[in-house]
């Protein structure tokens, strides 16, 4: 597989998140991270939310010089238009799919076969690039998708971006999309934007990929309508861990542009989050802990600081001796085996009590307080 394409499209995507509403200036910033981390093309508003949209999309256009800059538009001429005041390089024209979709917008096959050249030919005046979207492709009717792709490769148009709209396809299926496209547009970039409503979008996307995909379009923290879209952070560590396939950006920056992005939208991150959450490198569980203390690589897929974080280790239910030692510094003839054995009851059920791990200093009270009393029946 050649490197893909990643397109993050947080600031258009991402931030329709429900009660998610980015300042400009945090859209800038969140733009300006993006950049530094290495991202090649990003996907940045909707022109025709008006001109508060359009001047912040100016903005970030004057100040990311780097990255390739898009912006999502209706198969509408009026918000073409709207677009055509913004200073990017490529635009996304949208063309539901589904009959679902097609209904809804008062349209039909027939229509979105005949009028995608036209769109395409307008918008080919305006922009170096133009990209089809075919939202819903997921449940469109597969011969009429594989001659909507035909189409749109006969337009001209730059790339055609498959989305699984309502995140029902699987790995398997995703896989089988990408490539039945391919072979009805033969030379056509595509590109596979998944939704992560049965949490598979991060596999999904990688077994798009696997089908023949050029690009993906993720979103940071997998930030998006209802449960989101394939996250950045993940996509990209599957990639290079996963498949050995370096993605092409600064994955140290990785954590601090999650948390960035936490702050902005008002959504904090699960301490389990695979890859940029708090917990996604601590330890607690004896085999574990004294496993990671001797070999950090024992329990680790990757080094921590490959995406900017680090390894802890938590005291809890399920520790053992070995991370007490750790905690309280001792060597193993610190601690007599009565003690530890007395020590390490009490710490699992104070965690038991307080329904959480203890902290360092919790358990350095309890070890004093069995030294000095023998007691260690409170913190």
């Given at each position: 597989m050649e490197t893909p394409l990643i397109i993050d499209t947080t600031l258009r995507d991402g931030e329709q998140a429900t009660g998610v509403a980015f300042s400009n200036a945090e859209r800038l910033r969140i733009a300006l991270s993006l950049e530094a981390l290495g991202i090649r093309e990003m996907e940045i508003?909707?022109?025709?939310?008006?001109?508060?949209?359009?001047?912040?999309?100016?903005?970030?256009?004057?100040?990311?010089?780097?990255?390739?800059?898009?912006c999502w538009c209706r198969a509408d001429m009026e918000d073409i238009r709207a677009a055509?005041?913004?200073?990017?390089q490529a635009v996304y024209?949208?063309?539901?799919?589904?009959?679902?979709?097609?209904?809804?917008?008062?349209?039909?096959?027939?229509?979105?076969?005949?009028?995608?050249?036209?769109?395409?030919?307008?918008?080919?005046?305006?922009?170096?690039?133009?990209?089809?979207?075919?939202?819903?492709?997921?449940?469109?009717?597969?011969?009429?998708?594989?001659?909507?792709?035909?189409?749109v490769k006969d337009s001209g148009a730059n790339r055609l971006r498959l989305a699984d709209t309502v995140g029902i396809l699987t790995p398997g299926t995703s896989l089988q999309l990408v490539q039945s496209v391919r072979r009805a547009a033969s030379r056509l970039e595509i590109e596979f934007h998944a939704h992560n409503d049965l949490g598979l979008a991060t596999a999904n996307t990688l077994a798009a990929l696997e089908g023949g995909a050029h690009c993906v379009s993720?979103?940071?923290?997998?930030?998006?309508?209802?449960?989101?879209?394939?996250?950045l952070e993940e996509v990209a560590m599957a990639l290079k861990v996963g498949l050995g396939i370096d993605p092409?950006?600064?994955?140290?920056?990785?954590?601090a542009l999650s948390r960035q992005v936490a702050q902005?939208?008002?959504?904090?991150?699960?301490?389990?989050?695979?890859?940029?959450?708090?917990?996604?490198?601590?330890?607690?569980?004896?085999?574990?802990?004294?496993?990671?203390?001797?070999?950090?690589?024992?329990?680790?897929?990757?080094?921590?600081?490959?995406?900017?974080?680090?390894?802890?280790?938590?005291?809890?239910?399920?520790?053992?001796?070995?991370?007490?030692?750790?905690?309280?510094?001792?060597?193993?003839?610190?601690?007599s085996p009565e003690e530890g054995k007395d020590l390490l009851q009490k710490v699992r059920r104070e965690a038991v009590r307080l329904k959480r791990s203890l902290t360092f200093e919790e358990v350095e009270r309890m070890f004093h307080r069995l030294k000095v009393t023998g007691m260690v029946d409170s913190t």
């Open positions: 508003g909707t022109p025709s939310m008006g001109t508060d949209e359009v001047e912040s999309i100016n903005e970030i256009a004057s100040r990311c010089l780097k990255a390739r800059l898009s055509s005041a913004c200073k990017i024209i949208s063309f539901p799919v589904s009959d679902f979709l097609l209904f809804a917008i008062g349209h039909d096959r027939p229509w979105a076969l005949r009028s995608v050249g036209r769109f395409v030919r307008l918008a080919k005046k305006l922009f170096p690039l133009v990209y089809i979207g075919a939202p819903d492709s997921s449940r469109a009717h597969l011969p009429f998708l594989q001659m909507f792709a035909q189409a993720v979103t940071v923290n997998g930030l998006g309508e209802r449960s989101g879209n394939a996250p092409g950006i600064r994955t140290e920056g990785l954590t902005a939208s008002g959504r904090p991150l699960h301490e389990g989050k695979p890859v940029t959450g708090s917990a996604a490198f601590r330890h607690e569980s004896g085999v574990h802990a004294a496993a990671s203390l001797k070999e950090p690589c024992s329990f680790e897929p990757y080094e921590p600081r490959a995406v900017g974080q680090k390894s802890s280790f938590a005291v809890g239910k399920h520790s053992g001796m070995r991370l007490l030692e750790y905690v309280l510094g001792l060597s193993k003839d610190g601690l």
